[in-house]
């Protein structure tokens, strides 16, 4: 069964690069979603069973706002799994997704400097 993931985020290139990467992987596709506002819809246009946000180093995608969309998207789209991708330079925005993990708001986290093999895998997982 092939899984689809939503990637929201701001980075087209990043998410040019992921979707390239996974393009001949068997059993998931990415889809990019460049505004945060479409989140749900996109969620279920595409019927993706997990979605990667992009936390802002600057902006209003922060984690606070991050985190409020998951709990959101967590009850209007419960079988959508949810991964933050988080500034490793920020201990703020490292220690709310570490909590947040902990307490279930989200599954998973990654750092924007991690390989895009360790992503792939990451979301394959998801």
């Known amino acids: 069964m092939l ?3 939503l990637l929201i ?10 979707m390239a990467k996974v ?9 990019y979603e460049p505004d945060y506002a479409n989140a ?14 992009e936390v802002s180093e600057d902006g209003t995608q922060d984690i606070g706002f991050c985190l409020a969309l998951c709990a959101w998207l967590r009850e209007v789209t419960p ?19 570490i909590e947040a993990k902990r307490k279930g708001e989200i599954d998973d986290f ?5 390989s895009l093999d360790y992503l792939t895998a990451s979301l394959q997982a998801l």
Not at 9 to 18: C, F, N, T, V
Not at 23 to 31: F, H, S
Not at 40 to 53: D, F, K, P, Q, W
Not at 80 to 93: D, N, R, S, V
Request: hydrophobic content about 45%; overall charge positive; aromatic content about 4%.
């Open 110 to 114: 990654v750092f924007y400097d991690v």
């Open 79 to 97: 079988y959508c799994h949810l991964m933050l991708m988080c500034p490793e330079g920020q201990a703020e925005t490292v220690h709310r997704a």
């Open 3 to 5: 899984k689809t993931v």
């Open 23 to 31: 393009r001949n992987a068997p059993g998931i596709q990415l889809c």
């Open 40 to 53: 749900e819809v996109s969620i279920r246009t595409h019927l993706a069973t997990g979605a990667l946000l």
């Open 9 to 18: 985020m701001r980075r087209a290139s990043l998410a040019q690069g992921l």
